[in-house]
C-alpha cells in the first residue's frame, strides 16, 4: 500500500471530489461548510472491486487513534467506505499535510459507546443521523501501522 495512494474518484460525489482537491490543494484546510471542521481522507479498498477510493470524513481523536463514525447522514445503510473496511481493513490516512497507514477495526461495546459519546459532544449533528435509521451507527477505530 505504502507509495501508491492514487484512487479511483469515479463515482464519487461532485462534492466528494471537490473536497478532496481542495484538502490536498491546502494541506487539509477545507472551507464552506467544511470549515473548522475536523477532516481526513480515507483511501480504502473497494470490497468488490479492489479500486481505491479516497473519502473525506471528520474525525475524533483518541489518544494516537483516530476514530470515524459510519453516519452516512443517517441513510439506512452504512456507507461504502465502512464496508470496505471490513472487507480490507488496511488502508491511509491524510491528515495535517501527512499521510499514512492505518489498520482499521471496528469498536463495540463500551468503547464505542464512549467514544460515541465523546463525538457527540463535538458534532450533535450526529444525534439526528443517529435518530434517522434504525440502525446502530458504527464506530471505526484506525491504528496507526
Given at each position: 500500500?505504502?507509495g501508491?495512494?492514487?484512487?479511483?474518484?469515479?463515482?464519487?460525489s461532485e462534492?466528494d471530489?471537490?473536497v478532496v482537491?481542495e484538502f490536498r490543494?491546502?494541506?487539509?484546510r477545507?472551507?464552506?461548510?467544511?470549515?473548522g471542521?475536523p477532516l481526513?481522507?480515507?483511501?480504502?479498498?473497494?470490497?468488490?472491486?479492489?479500486?481505491?477510493?479516497t473519502?473525506?470524513l471528520?474525525y475524533?481523536?483518541d489518544?494516537?487513534?483516530?476514530?470515524i463514525?459510519?453516519s452516512n447522514f443517517?441513510?439506512l445503510?452504512?456507507p461504502?467506505w465502512?464496508?470496505?473496511?471490513?472487507?480490507?481493513p488496511?488502508?491511509?490516512v491524510?491528515i495535517?499535510?501527512e499521510r499514512?497507514d492505518?489498520?482499521a477495526?471496528?469498536?463495540?461495546g463500551?468503547?464505542r459507546?464512549r467514544l460515541?459519546?465523546?463525538?457527540?459532544?463535538?458534532?450533535?449533528i450526529?444525534?439526528?443521523?443517529?435518530?434517522?435509521?434504525?440502525r446502530r451507527i458504527?464506530v471505526?477505530v484506525?491504528?496507526?501501522v
Open positions: 500500500m505504502s501508491d495512494y492514487r484512487d479511483d474518484m469515479n463515482g464519487r462534492t471530489r471537490a482537491q490543494t491546502n494541506r487539509g477545507v472551507g464552506g461548510g467544511f470549515r471542521v481526513l481522507l480515507l483511501t480504502h479498498t473497494g470490497a468488490k472491486t479492489g479500486r481505491r477510493h473519502s473525506p471528520t475524533l481523536r489518544g494516537d487513534r483516530l476514530v463514525f459510519a443517517g441513510d445503510n452504512n461504502a465502512y464496508h470496505n473496511l471490513r472487507a480490507h488496511q488502508a491511509t491524510e495535517d499535510g499514512f492505518v489498520v477495526s471496528v469498536a463495540e463500551i468503547e459507546d460515541f459519546a465523546r463525538q457527540l459532544a463535538h458534532a450533535p450526529l444525534a439526528a443521523f443517529q435518530s434517522k435509521t434504525p458504527p471505526v484506525l491504528h496507526r
